[in-house]
C-alpha cells in the first residue's frame, strides 16, 4: 500500500532547474514528507524533510502544497551528478519505505 | 562520504554458506538499520537497533540475524545461504531512534553462486 505516488522518469537540462512531483493523498497530519536520492548503486542520501511548511537547504527546496496532497523537490541548478533515482516518503514514526521512485536523468 | 563504514565492499559465497557483513555508524549515532536491495524487491527494511537493543523488525528472513555490540557496530549474519539472497545490503544510522534523517554507508555486494 503506497503511500507516494511519483513519475517512473523524467529528463531535465543541465543547468535548469529540476522539479519532481509527490502525491501523498492519505498523508496524516503526524506524517512528514522526506526526499532520499540514490545514484546508481550507491547509499541512499538523504536530501531533505518537512511537514507542512516549504524547506530549503543547500541541496534542494521542498514545496507542500497548503493541504498537505503532494510536493515537488526543486533541484535549483541541475548538474549530471544529481541523475539518480529521487525517492519521496511519508512516514511518521515508522520505518521509511522506499517505493519506486523516480529516475531524474540530467541532459547535457 | 556519509561517515558510514561496511565491510566488506563485495562478497561472493557459495549456497548454503554463511556470511557476515560489518557496519560501523557515523560517530554519535546510536540507532543502526539494515536494508536489502535487490532487483525485484527495492529497498527492503531489514531490522534496526538502538544502543544494543533490536528496535523494529521488517523483512527479515529467519535465516538472518544481527545484533549491535557496545561499540555501537553492528553486524548483519546471513546463513544457509540461497541464489535469492543476492543483492546489495546498506547499512544506515541515525542519532536518534525515530527513523530521522538516516546516513546511508556504501553497501555491501553479496553474490551467491
Known amino acids: 500500500d503506497a503511500k507516494t505516488t511519483q513519475p517512473p522518469s523524467m529528463d531535465c537540462a543541465e543547468g535548469r532547474a529540476a522539479n519532481l512531483p509527490c502525491n501523498h493523498s492519505?498523508?496524516?497530519?503526524?506524517?512528514?514528507v522526506y526526499w532520499y536520492r540514490q545514484i546508481h548503486s550507491q547509499g541512499p542520501q538523504y536530501i531533505i524533510h518537512?511537514?507542512?511548511n516549504n524547506e530549503t537547504n543547500e541541496m534542494a527546496s521542498l514545496i507542500i502544497t497548503e493541504d498537505r496532497k503532494s510536493s515537488t523537490l526543486i533541484l535549483p541548478h541541475a548538474t549530471l551528478r544529481d541523475t539518480a533515482v529521487y525517492y519521496c516518503?511519508?512516514?511518521?514514526?515508522?520505518?521509511?519505505?522506499f517505493g519506486t521512485g523516480t529516475r531524474l536523468t540530467i541532459i547535457p | 562520504d556519509s561517515g558510514v563504514t561496511q565491510t566488506p565492499k563485495h562478497l561472493i559465497t557459495a549456497t548454503g554458506q554463511r556470511v557476515t557483513l560489518r557496519c560501523s555508524p557515523r560517530?554519535?549515532?546510536?540507532?543502526v538499520y539494515w536494508y536489502q536491495q535487490s532487483l525485484d524487491q527495492g529497498l527492503q527494511f531489514l531490522i534496526q537497533?538502538?544502543?544494543?537493543?533490536?528496535?523494529a523488525k521488517g523483512n527479515i528472513l529467519e535465516r538472518f540475524s544481527a545484533q549491535q555490540f557496545p561499540d555501537l557496530h553492528s553486524e548483519l549474519n546471513l546463513s544457509s545461504l540461497e541464489l535469492g539472497d543476492s543483492a546489495l545490503y546498506f547499512c544506515?544510522?541515525?542519532?536518534?531512534?525515530?527513523?530521522?534523517?538516516?546516513?546511508f554507508g556504501p553497501g555491501t555486494r553479496l553474490t551467491v553462486l
Open positions: 492519505t498523508i496524516s497530519g503526524n506524517e512528514y
Open positions: 516518503i511519508v512516514k511518521g514514526n515508522e520505518k521509511l519505505t
Open positions: 537497533y538502538y544502543n544494543g537493543e533490536e528496535r
Open positions: 518537512g511537514l507542512k
Open positions: 560517530s554519535g549515532d546510536l540507532s
Open positions: 544506515a544510522s541515525s542519532v536518534d531512534i525515530a527513523y530521522n534523517e538516516q546516513f
